[in-house]
C-alpha cells in the first residue's frame, strides 16, 4: 500500500504545489506587527487545508499569533508534528529579484525551484509533511496512526507564546514522538536526522556617553566616544585563538567523543566546498577545530548587528551620544544560559568608563538540546530515508537552532525526530529563498514513507 501513496504523491504533486503556492502568498512576518493579520490568515488557510482531508483542526489564540492544533484518532504510535508557518522579514526588498509573496516555479540550471519568502522556511517543509498525510488519507481513508499537528506563528520572532501554550496544553499536546520538519539536508544531497541542536541566547547592548550628539571637533579628545567603548569591549570577546572570553563560558561544552568524531569523520564534508559556496576560502573561528565542528558541537558568539553615530549617505563629523549592538551565542552541551548573560553582561560593564551607562535587553534564550537516537523511531526513519534518496541518511548536528526541540522534552518529557530537506543554497532568512522542487517532492515521498515506517 506504500506503493500506491508514493504514487499517489507522484500524480498530485501539480496539485501539492499549488497549495503550497497559496499559502506562500500570504506575508505571515512574524516580527512585524504590520502583518498580524496576515499570520491570522496563514492560520486560518491551515486550519481549513488540515479540515479538507478530514482533520479536526482548529486556530488557538495566544497573546501573539496563533496557533494551529489538529488532531486525528488511530492506533499505534502517537505522533506530533511540528512546523512553523510564520516567516522573516523581506528585506532588503531590492535584492529580490520578484515580489517575494507572489511565489513561481523557476527553471534554473540546477533544476525547478519553488521562489519566495518562506518556501524552504519553513511553509514547503510543513507541507511536505501535510501532503504525505493528505496521500495517505486519500489511499487508506484514514492515516497511519494517531497524529497530533502543531504549526506555530512566532518561530522567527523568538516563540514569545510557546511555553506557556505547551504547559496549558501539555496532556493534548504529549505525544511518543515529536516530528519536526525545519532542518536542511547533509550537503545538500543526502537525508538527514539531526541528532544534537545548538541553542540560542540574544542581547542587545546599548552604550550612552554625552547627552546629544557633538561636533567632533569641538570635543573629539576629552569626550569619551560610545562607539569606541563599544567596539573595544565587542573586540575583546574573542582571543587571539577564537575562543570567547565570557569567564565560565566554556562550562558544560564536552569535547566530542571519539565514535562521534569518527561518525562525522566519516561524512567527509567538503569544509571548502562549503565556504567557496557563500565566496570564502579561509577558515575563521576556533583554531584546531573543523569546520563542521564549529557548527554543530562549539559554541560561539556572533555580532548581528551594530550601529551608531551618522550612517546616511556623504559624511558627517560626530561624535556620537550612544552606540548600540545585537550579539547572540549559539550554546552546546549543557551550558546554562542564564549564567553567561549574567557574565557577558559583567564583562561589559566592566569596560565602561566612569562617564558612559549601558542598557542590556533580553532577547531570549535556549538551551542546546540532544536526541534520543536509540529511540526505534530513529532506525525506522534512516532506513526509509535511504530508501527514498539511495544514499545513507547521516546522523548530522545542526548549527541553527530550534528551540522547541528543547520545550518538548523538559515541558511535555517528549523526544523529537528532526528531519528536513532544506538545501544550503536555499537562501533561508536571505533574499531570493527558494525550496527545490525536488526537496517538496521527495520530502512528501519521504514523510510517506517514514509514517509506514515508523506506525508499524
Ligand atoms: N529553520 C531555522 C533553523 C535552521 C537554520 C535549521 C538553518 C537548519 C539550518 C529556524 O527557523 C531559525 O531560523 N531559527 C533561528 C532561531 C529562532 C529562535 C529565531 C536561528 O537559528 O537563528
Ligand atoms: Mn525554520
Ligand atoms: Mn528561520
Not at 497559496?22 to 490568515?41: G, V
Not at 501573539?64 to 506530533?80: D, K, Q, R, T
Not at 587571539?240 to 564536552?254: A, H, I, L, M, N
Not at 548530522?396 to 543554497?425: R, T
Request: charged share 25%; glycine share 10%.
Amino acid at each position: 500500500m506504500l506503493d500506491a501513496v508514493l504514487a499517489r504523491i507522484d500524480d498530485t504533486l501539480p496539485e501539492s504545489l499549488e497549495r503550497l503556492m497559496a499559502l506562500l502568498r500570504i506575508p505571515s512576518i512574524s516580527t512585524d506587527p504590520a502583518y498580524a493579520e496576515a499570520c491570522q490568515s496563514a492560520a486560518d488557510w491551515l486550519v481549513a487545508d488540515l479540515a479538507s482531508f478530514g482533520i479536526a483542526a482548529e486556530k488557538r489564540a495566544t497573546p501573539g499569533h496563533p496557533m494551529v492544533v489538529g488532531h486525528v484518532s488511530g492506533e499505534g504510535p502517537h505522533l506530533l508534528f511540528y512546523g512553523h508557518y510564520d516567516v522573516q522579514p523581506v528585506d532588503p526588498l531590492e535584492l529580490w529579484d520578484r515580489d517575494p509573496f507572489d511565489p513561481a516555479l523557476e527553471e534554473t540550471p540546477a533544476g525547478k525551484v519553488i521562489r519566495g519568502r518562506g518556501a524552504s522556511d519553513d511553509k514547503g517543509q510543513l507541507m511536505t509533511f501535510v501532503e504525505a498525510c493528505r496521500a495517505w488519507a486519500a489511499k487508506h481513508g484514514s492515516l497511519p496512526c494517531r497524529i497530533t499537528f502543531l504549526f506555530e506563528g512566532e518561530e522567527e520572532s523568538g516563540s514569545p507564546s510557546l511555553v506557556p501554550f505547551l504547559e496549558e496544553n501539555a496532556e493534548e499536546l504529549r505525544a511518543d514522538l515529536a516530528l519536526i520538519c525545519d532542518t536542511g539536508l547533509f550537503e545538500s544531497r543526502a537525508p538527514a536526522i539531526i541528532t544534537m541542536l545548538r541553542g540560542l541566547l540574544g542581547e542587545e547592548i546599548v552604550i550612552r556617553g554625552p547627552d546629544k550628539d557633538l561636533h567632533s571637533g569641538m570635543y573629539g579628545g576629552p569626550s569619551i566616544n560610545p562607539i569606541r567603548v563599544l567596539t573595544r569591549a565587542l573586540a575583546g570577546l574573542h582571543d587571539d585563538e577564537g575562543r570567547v572570553t565570557v569567564p565560565g563560558f566554556y562550562d558544560g561544552v564536552p569535547e566530542l567523543s571519539p565514535e562521534l568524531a569518527a561518525q562525522w569523520d566519516a561524512l567527509n564534508f567538503d569544509a571548502a566546498g562549503f565556504l567557496g559556496g557563500v565566496g570564502l576560502s579561509e577558515p575563521a573561528g576556533e583554531a584546531g577545530r573543523s569546520a563542521l565542528e564549529m557548527i554543530w558541537s562549539r559554541p560561539t558568539c556572533e555580532i548581528n548587528g551594530i550601529v551608531g553615530g551618522y550612517t546616511g549617505e556623504g559624511f558627517k563629523t560626530v561624535l556620537p551620544a550612544e552606540a548600540r549592538a545585537k550579539v547572540s551565542f549559539r550554546l552546546v552541551g549543557t551550558q546554562d544560559p542564564a549564567a553567561i548573560r549574567e557574565a557577558f553582561r559583567a564583562q561589559i560593564r566592566a569596560a565602561l568608563p566612569a562617564d558612559c551607562t549601558v542598557e542590556f535587553h533580553d532577547h531570549g534564550a535556549s538551551q542546546a538540546s540532544h536526541m534520543a537516537t536509540d529511540h526505534p523511531a530513529f532506525e525506522a526513519a534512516r532506513g526509509a530515508l535511504a530508501e527514498e534518496w539511495q544514499t545513507p541518511a547521516a546522523f548530522a548536528g545542526c548549527g541553527g537552532s530550534i528551540p522547541i526541540a528543547g520545550h518538548f522534552k523538559k515541558l511535555l518529557g517528549m523526544d523529537s525526530m528532526l528531519i528536513g530537506f532544506g538545501k544550503d543554497d536555499d537562501q533561508i532568512h536571505s533574499p531570493n529563498e527558494k525550496y527545490d522542487l525536488e526537496s517538496f517532492h521527495k520530502g512528501i515521498r519521504s514523510w510517506a514513507r517514514i509514517l509506514d515506517a515508523v506506525s508499524k
